[in-house]
């Protein structure tokens, strides 16, 4: 088997067209659990036990679940038994955000409890409401030390999104097995699919380490 460079130029313009798809799926799944996250966390933090008890189960269920798995079952049961239908790629960003999303909960649960008990203290001495002590204590001083750790799900994301083809979303790796199938060329499209994944991957976490040295230089003294 060896290297065909006039059928890798041929279909380097395809996938590079089924990385934008991927990008998307990354970036709006990274959105979803981005707030979906936030949301679960204080859920869980709360007195109430209707809420947090149910939500924490749900969390744990989620997380305990394969992640293709759950994209089965919103592309394919929902529709047959509840008559809930999305495209495959809606289904992917669902997926995506929904599972990782109980991930970054923790990561803001790791951030909340960061904050000293003295900042919560002086909230309620001040008779501060909790949307108030949230939104104007706590958020502002738990949330940027966190977002280093956010950003490097941010890549998980983006790698795991490659399960969008189990569910015929054409995005980088559907669209390398769908050219691979096709002639039966299957090295030149894997390869440079995964060099494709590679090459985002480093500089995203580039540019997180960046981010994660500025924060570091400006919370830690």
Request: no cysteine; hydrophobic share 55%.
């Amino acid at each position: 088997m060896t290297w065909d460079w006039a059928y890798a130029w041929e279909i380097l313009p395809l996938l590079l067209n089924a990385l934008i798809t991927t990008l998307e799926a990354s970036a709006l799944g990274f959105v979803i659990a981005a707030f979906l996250g936030l949301a679960i966390a204080l859920a869980r933090r709360s007195r109430i036990s209707w809420l947090s008890i149910p939500v924490g189960a749900f969390a744990e269920f989620i997380r305990s679940t394969p992640l293709l798995v759950q994209l089965f079952f919103l592309y394919f049961v929902l529709p047959q038994q509840f008559g809930i239908q999305m495209t495959a790629f809606t289904t992917g960003v669902v997926g995506l955000g929904l599972h990782y999303a109980t991930y970054t909960a923790e990561v803001y649960r790791a951030g909340l409890d960061a904050v000293p008990r003295g900042q919560w203290e002086a909230a309620i001495a001040l008779d501060f409401s909790p949307r108030r002590t949230y939104t104007n204590i706590v958020l502002p001083q738990a949330i940027p030390p966190v977002v280093p750790v956010l950003g490097n799900y941010l890549i998980a994301i983006f790698k795991d999104s490659a399960l969008l083809s189990a569910i015929t979303a054409v995005e980088l790796m559907q669209q390398a097995k769908i050219l691979g199938s096709r002639t039966f060329q299957y090295l030149e499209p894997m390869t440079m699919a995964g060099l494709l994944y590679l090459t985002i991957s480093l500089i995203a976490a580039f540019f997180i380490g960046r981010l994660e040295w500025r924060i570091k230089r400006r919370y830690v003294r």
